[in-house]
């Protein structure tokens, strides 16, 4: 390590963090993430601002204390609504506001927030300045490189220049641009090309500013090829799909001299959560679908699978399912420890 490389055991939260997701990132999400990484910010769900102040609070905002890091995404334009719910939302303990002007949703463009709010800088930025006049807390700000015609860089700078001077200092970027309208969500994850030359840009444009990448991360190798200039990196999709990818941030992102946790210490340290869930009336699925890509690509993951998606849903159905489930993964693939890193070339797109 260099004279001037940070102490890896000292890396903040934003180095490694994983995105918050629609119908996924909940709290049953968290709590198992939390088997396989301590260091690595979760987000819950966007949240609106309309579900918090009108809705079932608790059930919205409520998560356990082993979730820490955790920060908040809400959903909302209206500076007072959205002050309002970071007052709330500081409560209940979390580490960090977030608010969405990413998502690209029909439903969500029609509520006038998401993505469609990179088209009004003013509009976040007051939002941002009332939310940190009601929380301690750090306020960020997630979003697109652009939306539609809204894609130069002159666009993106200055809205990242108007939100930054009403007090936000983190801005966690998807690098890829958004079509409000003719492309699907998915679409939109996909379609539009990724640009990691527009965000190292805006790094080297706003070096005061911490500025996280998000967008086609599928490894903690391409975290760490993205941290080579970036203060921090967002996987999405691929924590869902191939969790056992966060079983080696402790150690290898983050520094910390400890052993990963096997596929099997994981599901272990995960069992007491779902049997008090159980208890608590809610159904085994609900828990154990966050789990279904813990052994992609291995011996045994058709096995795991299967079990669960055709058992955890019925009446009744307890630990006896995972047991089960469990009985068909092979002892080597169970307690192999977490390969070395890996990556692709990630080179910027051209344009």
Not at 2 to 14: G, I, M, R, W
Not at 203 to 216: M, Q, Y
Not at 247 to 272: M, N
Request: hydrophobic share 40%; proline share 7%; net charge negative.
């Amino acid at each position: 390590m260099s004279a001037s490389a940070p102490d890896p055991s000292t890396l903040p939260p934003h180095t490694l963090s994983v995105a918050p997701m629609m119908d996924w990132t909940d709290r049953h999400c968290r709590a198992f993430h939390r088997t396989l990484t301590r260091r690595t910010l979760l987000y819950t769900e966007m949240i609106t601002t309309g579900a918090i102040l009108h809705g079932d609070r608790e059930r919205h905002l409520s998560f356990g204390e082993a979730e820490h890091p955790v920060a908040l995404q809400l959903g909302g334009s209206d500076a007072s609504a959205l002050a309002e719910c970071a007052r709330i939302a500081t409560g209940y303990g979390y580490d960090e506001i977030n608010l969405n002007c990413g998502c690209p949703s029909d439903r969500v463009s029609s509520g006038s927030f998401g993505a469609c709010l990179m088209a009004s800088p003013d509009v976040v930025a007051r939002a941002v300045e009332a939310m940190r006049g009601a929380t301690p807390l750090p306020v960020t700000v997630k979003h697109r490189i652009g939306i539609d015609d809204l894609d130069s860089y002159e666009h993106l700078s200055g809205f990242v220049r108007t939100v930054a001077a009403a007090g936000c200092e983190t801005f966690i970027v998807h690098a890829r641009k958004a079509w409000l309208s003719g492309l699907s969500p998915r679409e939109n994850r996909e379609i539009p090309p990724l640009r990691y030359d527009v965000v190292r840009q805006l790094k080297a444009d706003f070096p005061d500013l911490t500025i996280v990448l998000n967008g086609g991360l599928l490894t903690l190798g391409d975290a760490q090829q993205a941290l080579a200039w970036a203060d921090g990196a967002m996987i999405g999709r691929a924590a869902y799909g191939t969790p056992f990818i966060l079983a080696a941030a402790d150690r290898d992102v983050f520094g910390d001299e400890l052993t990963p946790p096997t596929r099997r210490e994981a599901i272990e340290a995960f069992l007491p959560f779902v049997a008090a869930e159980l208890e608590a009336g809610q159904p085994l699925n609900r828990m154990m679908k966050h789990t279904l890509g813990l052994f992609a690509g291995q011996p045994g993951a058709r096995h795991w699978k299967r079990t669960l998606s055709e058992q955890g849903h019925r009446p009744g159905t307890g630990l006896e399912v995972v047991q089960a489930a469990l009985a068909g993964v092979p002892d080597g693939v169970l307690d192999a420890q977490p390969g070395t890193l890996e990556s692709r070339d990630l080179q910027p797109a051209a344009g």
